[in-house]
């Protein structure tokens, strides 16, 4: 069973409790308590599998609920490319607990394939460049440590993981700089001064006539958002005169777009799409019921 502290085991138990949160009222007045379920988890479409671990704990979690057994639940790894028709797992256990768990296990499942499946899709696509696909902190609110997770499956990188634990300058900071009449060099080198020398310390620009200001203070990624393709290329140009900061572009980046930028030279490509807009993958969970308790199959 996952510890409390683990957010998938958290995020599990919240949807657990909200799909049933007095108990499945249909499989207690139907089901005799002893009867098994044994499932096998289908693809109906070809993707790229993610979200196992939050499947295995709602079986786990629904299991214990409904004061039964789980005798088996293997799934194959997050990251497996899989074809319509391919059998991804199986589970057995009474048939309350598996049955309680199967919607709220095959959501996870069906939204973390496509956000895998998608992610896997933008790094095909930039495949060759040197450039690496980001997601960004458009995540579902409380499924960020899921979907990011999701990402790594499909072949992409996390970006920062909160706001807590890497500066990231964007362009409303910087406004407000300028209305107070700060000094944009100035002000981030007080910012290297007052953070760990572990921090890593990110500005975004929207123009190319930033980079001066923002190259002089030794950062160490400069983000050009929304910018050309033309003006990619120079802004990368730029920043490659003047240091050894990583590129980054962001700014409504789209599959049919993610090659062409990502060849002007850039690190990185932050791509808010994959988190935001990834298609639920069609997924199945087929189930067959014991009359009496026994050993999986």
């Known amino acids: 069973m996952n510890t409390p502290t683990d957010p998938v ?42 979200g196992t671990a939050a499947a295995a704990a709602a079986f786990e979690q629904a299991a ?19 074809a319509a028709g391919d059998v991804l797992g199986r589970v057995s256990g009474t048939a ?5 768990a199967e919607r709220v ?42 979907e990011r997770a999701a990402v790594r ?11 807590s634990d890497a500066v990231l300058v964007k362009d409303n900071h910087l406004a407000v700089l300028l209305a107070e009449g700060v000094d944009v060099t100035t002000a981030l ?15 975004e620009v929207d123009r190319l006539d930033q980079l001066d200001a923002v190259l002089a203070a030794d950062v160490d990624v400069v983000l050009l958002d929304n910018f050309s393709l033309e003006d990619l290329a120079e802004g990368v140009r730029r920043v490659r005169a003047a240091s050894r900061a990583l590129v980054e572009a962001s700014g409504g980046v789209r599959l049919d777009t993610v090659a062409a930028i990502a060849r002007t ?33």
Request: net charge positive; proline share 4%.
């Open 64 to 82: 214990a609920l409904s004061g039964g057994a789980l005798l088996r639940c293997e799934f194959s790894a997050d990251g497996t490319r899989f």
């Open 189 to 203: 080198r007080r910012v290297r001064e007052r953070v760990p020398h572990t921090t890593a310390v990110e500005v």
């Open 105 to 146: 296990a095959l959501n996870l499942l069906q939204h973390l394939s496509g956000v895998a499946t998608g992610t896997a899709a933008f790094v095909a696509a930039v495949a060759g460049t040197g450039a690496r696909v980001v997601d960004t902190r458009k995540t579902t609110p409380g499924l960020r440590a899921l």
């Open 153 to 163: 499956a499909g072949g992409g990188r996390n970006h920062r993981w909160s706001l």
């Open 96 to 100: 309350r607990g598996v049955l309680r």
């Open 9 to 50: 085991a958290a995020v599990v138990a919240a949807a657990l409790a909200e799909d049933a949160p007095w108990g499945d009222v249909t499989s207690e007045a139907l089901l005799p308590p002893g009867a098994v379920a044994h499932a096998e988890l289908r693809a109906r479409e070809p993707g790229v599998l993610a």
């Open 265 to 297: 030279g850039v690190d990185l490509v932050s791509v808010g799409a994959l988190t935001q807009n990834s298609r639920t993958l069609d997924l199945g969970l087929d189930v067959e019921v014991a009359a009496a308790a026994g050993v999986a199959p």
